[in-house]
């Protein structure tokens, strides 16, 4: 008995030390069980004898659920969650290529976030909206003017809608019309307001991030009803009003009758009447922890002399009766936004130092400026950030590659601002002993931290003044920092993949030796695939070659060529160009192709060393944005084999030929871009050339775009343009820059410098044997 007793207790320790580990799961989820059956047990007898929390006054709406009128969702509002959209086809007709969208957001059905109205008239258009314009505009993703009559001319960068009738009903009816037609399934809310209202944008923007887009709201500045109803309450018009989407959603339908039924002078009194009648919610200042401050100017105000706090933490100002005040109010707020970032930035400072002595690195841990990421380090000497050296007249790092420019422009803005920020720190820190003026600028270097922003260190020499009037000349290295700001998402229209690329390519008698190998390519990756591109071909005669065209035709051959792939393809038609000139000119040869296609035409200028495919026509279509941004892709030229590989197997050119080849920055001739950008640029550039056809022969569609658009050039390397290796000719006829690009680009197209040192090895070691 005592042995199966003592075999017993082994066996129960052995079980207990193997279930040690588990212990504090088990009780854990023990205690977990526990406190949730209590919380439920609570929770039922808390719904036994419910109490509700006093709400915003409201009236009972028409047939509006009461939930509603409390401001909460009814039982059939929307489910906010994202949802992915289903795809269906319907067998009963053919099969059509499925265009995903790009986004996430967009699949998702995500919302964005803020629409913004502004009501104007044509009295008002040309002053007060245009101070609304500059002042907040720029603040807001999406902002309209919408008017009753418009005048002739409408300022230049306003978005106006006008209805084409001044009444004020009439007016805020159509608005509420258009936004819901327009924009009613795109944003979750909307922000009405007049051009006599200077808004603080910002603080707009982080009211609505703090509510639940769930509920059917409409927050402003109540004002009651003259004689009506004492809990009514409507949001007045001059200081803004914010509506929830479910509650334009569920307005909508009740607008015909409001303009029936509905009799009122004043917009904002109709809306809000209309909004109490027929959903059963009045206008509230004060919604889920949030308030919505505003301030009412006076006559003959003054805002710099306005230090009331009711007036700083004010969300909406009126009345605003000129352009000026607009102005002087937008300087006065935004200057208070600054003494609140600058003193927030002080506090989490302060509290940085305070914390960072009790991490294990201690004080030693500060980075300097303190809040900002500590500078990159590099892991090999090819991470290594230089530093540009510069002083108040010239840079010593040009973009051209020469080893000294004139300093001008942006960089010549940006060492001015630099050197009078640092004489300014020096004396806000020593000031009262000391003062302190620029003499000189000794030496000053610069680099861009990629996790931080760009840095200075100046050499400065400086006079200190004591308050004797005593002065001493000295030199003073200060370091800088100019750290990187909130990064924005810049909005861009949306292009799809369905846009038609129309390929040109110019074809003289040196390229037909690479003709086979485009059309080959672009049969395989556009036709076969069914791909939305088509081809237009340029043939360029030299004047001789042009006279013998009836005995002996130069592009017989490629003619033939295209003959055979519209056989292959019938329902594809290859249309050419016949062009004679000595001097085959980018932009002459663009003038002639631009006036036989369509303004709307979305042009890729391809080389006949290109490689067709549709990743890169993707690509194409994404990146140019009409009345937006033109493309100019690097392409990814290949090495000379018989340099890089001398006899050796080549190597595949999908795994590892980045190795064998580099990105050819001096090319230009690969370009996308709309037909209407390049007419409107090359309008610009007929007016300031006067005829003088000289100039075009210096000039590439890249020059065009540059010099005579605004628009975004976005050029950046384009793996997928690979070109194999040929040596091109370069024309002499062209400019001397053109043709330094076209020998620069044939020179480093070599090959990379440790096979050209291998090669000129090997070739002195020939010789020396």
Not at 520 to 527: E, G, I, K, Q, S
């Amino acid at each position: 008995e005592l042995g199966r007793a003592v075999a017993a207790a082994m066996r129960l320790g052995a079980f207990l030390s193997a279930l040690r580990p588990a212990l504090p799961l088990l009780l854990g989820l023990s205690l977990g069980c526990s406190l949730s059956l209590l919380r439920a047990s609570w929770s039922h007898s808390a719904a036994e004898e419910r109490c509700l929390a006093p709400g915003p006054p409201g009236l009972p709406a028409r047939g509006a659920p009461p939930e509603a009128a409390e401001g909460r969702p009814g039982p059939g509002h929307e489910d906010f969650r994202p949802r992915i959209v289903p795809y269906y086809r319907d067998p009963n007709k053919p099969y059509k290529k499925v265009l995903r969208t790009r986004y996430i957001q967009t699949e998702l059905g995500f919302h964005e976030r803020l629409f913004v109205a502004v009501l104007t008239s044509k009295a008002t258009l040309n002053t007060l909206a245009v101070a609304v314009n500059k002042t907040v505009a720029h603040h807001f993703p999406r902002l309209l003017y919408f008017t009753g009559l418009r005048s002739a001319k409408v300022p230049h960068g306003m978005v106006l809608v006008a209805h084409g009738d001044e009444r004020p009903i009439w007016l805020m009816y159509e608005t509420m019309n258009y936004i819901h037609q327009h924009f009613g399934s795109d944003y979750d809310w909307f922000y009405i307001m007049q051009d006599d209202t200077y808004a603080q944008a910002e603080q707009v923007k982080a009211l609505v991030t703090h509510l639940s887009i769930n509920q059917d709201v409409y927050l402003g500045r109540a004002e009651e009803f003259i004689g009506g109803d004492e809990q009514a309450r409507y949001c007045h018009g001059g200081f803004g009003y914010l509506l929830s989407r479910s509650l334009l959603l569920k307005l909508h339908p009740h607008l015909d009758s409001c303009r029936n039924e509905i009799l009122s002078v004043r917009p904002d009194e109709w809306l809000g009447r209309c909004i109490i009648d027929f959903l059963g919610i009045t206008c509230v200042s004060q919604l889920q922890g949030q308030h919505y401050h505003t301030y009412e100017l006076a006559k003959n105000t003054e805002p710099e002399k306005e230090e009331e706090e009711e007036f700083q933490a004010a969300l909406a100002v009126h009345p605003v009766s000129d352009m000026t005040l607009m102005y002087r109010l937008h300087k006065q707020f935004s200057r208070i936004q600054l003494d609140r970032v600058y003193q927030e930035i002080q506090d989490l400072q302060m509290q940085i130092r305070n914390l960072t002595a009790l991490t294990p690195a201690g004080e030693a841990g500060v980075t300097w400026p303190v809040g900002i990421n500590a500078p990159f380090l590099p892991k090999s000497r090819f991470e290594v950030i230089s530093w540009d050296y510069f002083t108040e007249q010239h840079l010593f790092s040009c973009p051209d590659g020469s080893p000294k420019c004139e300093l001008s422009g942006a960089s010549k803005a940006d060492v001015s601002e630099i050197i009078e920020s640092a004489v300014e720190q020096l004396n806000r820190r020593y000031q009262p002993l000391l003062r302190f003026s620029k003499r000189q600028l000794l030496n000053g270097y610069r680099r861009f931290d990629p996790t931080r922003g760009m840095e200075y260190t100046l050499d400065l020499l400086l006079e200190a003044a004591t308050q004797k009037g005593h002065s001493h000349v000295l030199a003073k290295r200060v370091s800088l920092v100019r750290p990187l700001s909130k990064v924005e998402i810049i909005p861009m229209p949306y292009v799809t993949e369905a846009t038609r690329v129309q390929l040109v390519l110019p074809l003289t008698v040196q390229d037909l030796d690479f003709v086979a190998n485009f059309l080959d390519m672009f049969a395989m990756n556009t036709l076969d695939t069914h791909d939305n591109a088509l081809l237009t071909l340029l043939f360029i005669y030299h004047p001789y070659d042009a006279q013998r065209v009836g005995q002996v035709d130069v592009f017989a051959g490629v003619k033939a060529m295209v003959g055979e792939l519209e056989k292959r393809y019938a329902e594809v038609k290859i249309p050419w160009i016949s062009v004679k000139t000595e001097v085959p000119s980018q932009v002459k040869l663009m003038d002639i192709v631009s006036k036989k296609h369509p303004v709307d035409t979305l042009f890729f200028l391809a080389s006949v060393w290109t490689e067709i495919n549709m990743e890169f026509l993707n690509r194409c279509r994404m990146n140019t944005i009409s009345n937006w941004q033109v493309f100019f892709p690097v392409h990814f030229q290949e090495f000379n084999p018989a340099l890089v590989y001398r006899g050796e197997q080549t190597a595949s050119s999908n795994t590892d030929f980045l190795r064998d080849g580099h990105f050819d920055r001096h090319s230009f001739a690969e370009a996308c871009f709309y037909n209407s950008d390049y007419m409107t640029a090359r309008t610009k550039l007929a007016a300031d050339i006067l005829d003088r056809d000289e100039v075009l022969e210096s000039m590439e569609v890249f020059d065009v775009f540059l010099h005579y658009s605004g628009l975004h050039l976005f050029r950046a390397v384009e793996p997928g343009l690979v070109q194999k290796y040929t040596l091109r000719s370069c024309n002499p006829r062209l400019s001397e820059e053109l043709y330094h690009r076209c020998v620069l680009s044939n020179l480093e197209g070599l090959a990379s410098r440790s096979h050209l040192a291998m090669a000129l090895f090997e070739q002195e070691q020939a010789n020396s044997t």
